[in-house]
């Protein structure tokens, strides 16, 4: 099994930042990707960003030039680093952790963005 471990969500002002951060642990092997979904009320589930073991991401569009993902491959650990957040961009967040073929997701943080 593997566990994973959310923190650093809150509550920001517009053009405020948070850290996310999500630390796996258990039986790891080989993480193909970490990674950032979050969860709108009434909204489906969307990716944010993605992080490959290559270190290759990707971002969904409307978090481009203000989110950076990024992880320590000896910690298992994955962060967020969000910047000039909007009221938009409030959420419940999901770290994403897939050792293939199995995608581990964590319990969520909420992340809320007033204006």
């Known amino acids: 099994q593997v566990q994973l471990v959310e923190s650093g969500g809150g509550l920001v002002q517009a053009g405020g930042s948070l850290r996310l951060s999500c630390a796996a642990s258990?039986?790891?092997?080989?993480?193909?990707?970490m990674g950032w979904y979050r969860q709108a009320p009434g909204k489906q589930r969307e990716l944010v960003a993605l992080?490959?073991?290559?270190?290759?991401?990707n971002y969904a569009e409307s978090v481009k030039g203000r989110f950076t993902i990024s992880r320590d491959n000896a910690k298992n650990t994955v962060f967020l680093q969000m910047n000039s957040l909007k009221p938009e961009d409030t959420a419940a967040y999901f770290c994403?952790?897939?050792?293939?073929?199995?995608?581990?997701w964590g319990q969520g943080t909420q992340v809320t963005v007033s204006s």
């Open positions: 258990g039986n790891i092997f080989s993480i193909n990707a």
């Open positions: 992080i490959f073991s290559a270190g290759s991401t």
């Open positions: 994403n952790v897939n050792i293939w073929p199995v995608d581990y």
